[in-house]
Structure formats: C-alpha cells, structure tokens
C-alpha cells in the first residue's frame, strides 16, 4: 500500500515564507563555525514538481482523531534552496577572539576583518529512510527519521573555482542537514501542522505574536540563593583556591611576562619541597616526642647494651708467641 501526494501540496498563501522563518531560526540555532560572522539567510525555497514515494511498513494505531504508523520515505525530485550568509575570509581573525591578548603576536593590519558573500545552493537532494509518523487532531502531526535519510546532495556556492574549499563547504552542509533532519525538522513539520488543529491557527499566530514582539520583557537570570537557599555559601578555603587558580599563569609564550600577583610553577615546586621536607621533620619530631613519653611514664623500658672496650689477645696468637720464646738454644761443640 502507498500513497499519492497531490504535489505541489503548499499553495497556501504566505505558506513559503513562514517555512523560510522556520528554517531561518533553525540554522541559526546553536552555535556556528568562527569562519560564519553573519546569520544565515534563506533566500530561495522550492520544493519542486515531484513528490515523495510514501510506503506504508506499519499501523500501529488509527482511530477519528489519531493515527501512528511506520514508512518508507524515497525522494529523488527537483527542490531546491538557496543560503545567503557572510564568512571571515582571514584566518588570523578567525580565532583571535579566542585567544589571550598576551599570547597572541601584535599584529597592525594582517588580522583586520574581511567579510565575504557566500551564496550557496542545496538541489539534487536524495533521501531514503524509515520514518514515523504520529498525527493527533488535537495536537498535530509528529514525524521522526529512525536512521539518517540523507543519501547525496548537490552543493553550489561561491567557492566552487578553488575545490579544497568546496569540499570543506561540502562536508559542513552535509552535517549540517543531518543534523537538521533529526532534531530540528520534526519540530518544524509540529509548528506547521498546529495550523490545521481545530485551535491550532489561534495559537501558531498567538507564538508569532509573542516571538515577533520586539519590547517583551527579559526573564530575570535565575540566581543559585533562588534555587536553593538553604545550600551553604562558599568556603573561605574554596575562594582561596579559586584565587589561586584565577590568578595562576597560563601562557604559551616563548617570552614571560610580568604578571602581577601570578604563581610560578617553579616557585610551587620549590614550596611542595619545602613543605615535604618540613612533613618530615615534624614526623621525626613527633616520633622523638612520643618515645620520650612512655619512657617517662613506664610503658616501654629501653633496652640497655654493655659493649667490653678492653683488649682481648688472640689465642693462636699467644701460642706462637709463646713457642717462639722457648725455642732451644744452640749448644756448644767439643773437640
């Protein structure tokens, strides 16, 4: 069993222009590349002239006012859409934000900004992929990518004269829409589907409303003492710390500098030794101590040794000298 779209489905005024704000919000959320100085436009959308392939794996659940069930989605038309956006050109201002002023080389003009249009345009895209699709008249539509349906895409853009460019262009949109297709896509196609809700259309102008109102008033940063007031604050040997680690030194360069109030590795070094040496002195100390405590209160007798300094003569040594003093005399001879 499968299904037959009439395509093309959206010929509802005004109906590509608030897709292009979704999309609009949805590559521009979190965070993008340092090589990305400006927000991301969409320019151009068209979805084309031929529809998806729709097959039905699995019904799960089908009621008047619900349904839940598993496809296999195929698409391989002609939509297209284009990007419009500004990147830094320079390298050495990419990540120089990033970095200490006192480890970065002074620089006069080699960093200074330079912007650059990019342009670039998605068409040829070829999808494949399990989805499920849950639809409440309540509540809307829900649709979810079980696997990554992102199979091949075409990418035009500013940059296709020099190709170790274009292929970094390449890889980064890539990801980037397979990123798109499991987190930020369902959660457009359930904005778009609350307008055909029976109060649906009332609340997705009500949020345009609200998300549109230029002078709404800013939530107040919510502050630790809010969430739990009973939670103790910090210690004064923590701030200690936290001193010592703000203020320690942090450098790469070949030169150091004189930095006011800075730690010295060296320095701490020769302190941890000091402080072993002195850990041991106090060990012996407290040993001594000790030891002259219970010799003092009878608990341990020393034990006391008796060394004979008087020199006693080596038998062997006695007999030869006696032997040698009673060796016979030579006697006399008569003629």
Same mark, same amino acid.
């Given at each position: 069993?499968s299904?037959?779209?009439?395509?093309?489905?959206?010929t509802?005024?005004?109906?590509?222009?608030?897709v292009? &704000?979704?999309l609009?919000e949805?590559?521009?959320?979190?965070?993008?590349?340092?090589?990305?100085?400006?927000?991301i436009?969409v320019?151009?959308?068209?979805?084309?002239?031929?529809?998806?392939?729709l097959e039905?794996l699995?019904i799960?659940?089908?009621a008047?006012?619900?349904f839940?069930?598993?496809?296999?989605l195929t698409?391989?038309?002609?939509? *297209?859409?284009?990007?419009?956006?500004?990147?830094?050109?320079?390298?050495?201002?990419?990540?120089?934000?990033?970095?200490p002023? *006192?480890?970065?080389?002074?620089? +006069?003009?080699?960093n200074?900004?330079?912007?650059?249009?990019?342009?670039?345009?998605l068409?040829?895209?070829t999808?494949?992929?399990?989805?499920?699709? &849950?639809f409440?008249?309540?509540?809307?539509?829900?649709?979810v990518?079980?696997n990554?349906?992102?199979e091949s895409?075409?990418i035009?853009?500013t940059f296709?004269?020099?190709?170790?460019?274009a292929?970094?262009?390449?890889?980064?949109?890539?990801?980037?829409?397979r990123?798109?297709f499991?987190?930020? +896509?369902?959660?457009i196609?359930?904005?778009?589907s609350?307008?055909?809700t029976?109060n649906?259309s009332t609340?997705f102008s009500?949020t345009?409303k609200e998300g549109?109102?230029?002078?709404?008033?800013?939530?107040k940063?919510v502050?630790?003492?809010?969430?739990?007031?009973?939670?103790?604050?910090l210690?004064?040997t923590?701030?200690?710390?936290?001193?010592l680690?703000?203020?320690?030194?942090?450098?790469?360069s070949?030169?150091?500098?004189v930095?006011?109030d800075?730690v010295?590795?060296?320095?701490?070094?020769r302190h941890?030794e000091r402080?072993?040496?002195?850990?041991?002195?106090?060990?012996?100390?407290?040993?001594?101590?000790?030891?002259r405590?219970?010799?003092k209160?009878?608990?341990?007798?020393?034990h006391?040794?008796?060394f004979d300094?008087?020199k006693r003569s080596?038998?062997?040594?006695?007999?030869?000298v006696?032997?040698?003093n009673?060796?016979?005399?030579?006697?006399?001879v008569?003629?």
């Amino acid at each position: 069993m499968s299904f037959r779209f009439s395509w093309p489905f959206a010929t509802e005024e005004n109906f590509y222009p608030k897709v292009k &704000v979704l999309l609009t919000e949805a590559l521009n959320k979190g965070t993008k590349p340092p090589i990305i100085v400006d927000t991301i436009h969409v320019k151009d959308l068209n979805l084309g002239t031929k529809p998806p392939e729709l097959e039905i794996l699995e019904i799960g659940d089908i009621a008047d006012d619900r349904f839940r069930g598993v496809f296999k989605l195929t698409y391989n038309g002609d939509a *297209f859409m284009s990007l419009q956006t500004l990147v830094e050109a320079n390298p050495l201002n990419i990540y120089s934000h990033l970095t200490p002023s *006192f480890t970065s080389p002074k620089f +006069l003009a080699a960093n200074a900004s330079v912007k650059i249009p990019l342009t670039i345009t998605l068409s040829e895209i070829t999808l494949s992929g399990i989805v499920i699709l &849950v639809f409440s008249k309540a509540k809307g539509a829900t649709l979810v990518f079980r696997n990554d349906p992102l199979e091949s895409i075409k990418i035009s853009s500013t940059f296709d004269s020099i190709p170790a460019i274009a292929r970094l262009i390449q890889s980064q949109i890539e990801n980037q829409l397979r990123l798109l297709f499991r987190e930020d +896509l369902p959660a457009i196609i359930h904005k778009l589907s609350q307008r055909w809700t029976p109060n649906g259309s009332t609340h997705f102008s009500a949020t345009e409303k609200e998300g549109a109102a230029p002078t709404s008033p800013r939530m107040k940063p919510v502050t630790l003492a809010e969430v739990n007031p009973d939670l103790p604050s910090l210690s004064p040997t923590n701030m200690v710390k936290l001193n010592l680690l703000s203020s320690s030194q942090q450098t790469l360069s070949l030169v150091t500098p004189v930095i006011p109030d800075a730690v010295y590795r060296s320095m701490i070094e020769r302190h941890q030794e000091r402080d072993d040496e002195s850990k041991d002195d106090d060990d012996m100390s407290s040993f001594i101590m000790r030891s002259r405590r219970n010799i003092k209160n009878g608990k341990v007798r020393p034990h006391r040794k008796v060394f004979d300094l008087r020199k006693r003569s080596h038998p062997s040594y006695d007999e030869s000298v006696a032997g040698a003093n009673t060796a016979p005399q030579p006697q006399a001879v008569k003629n």
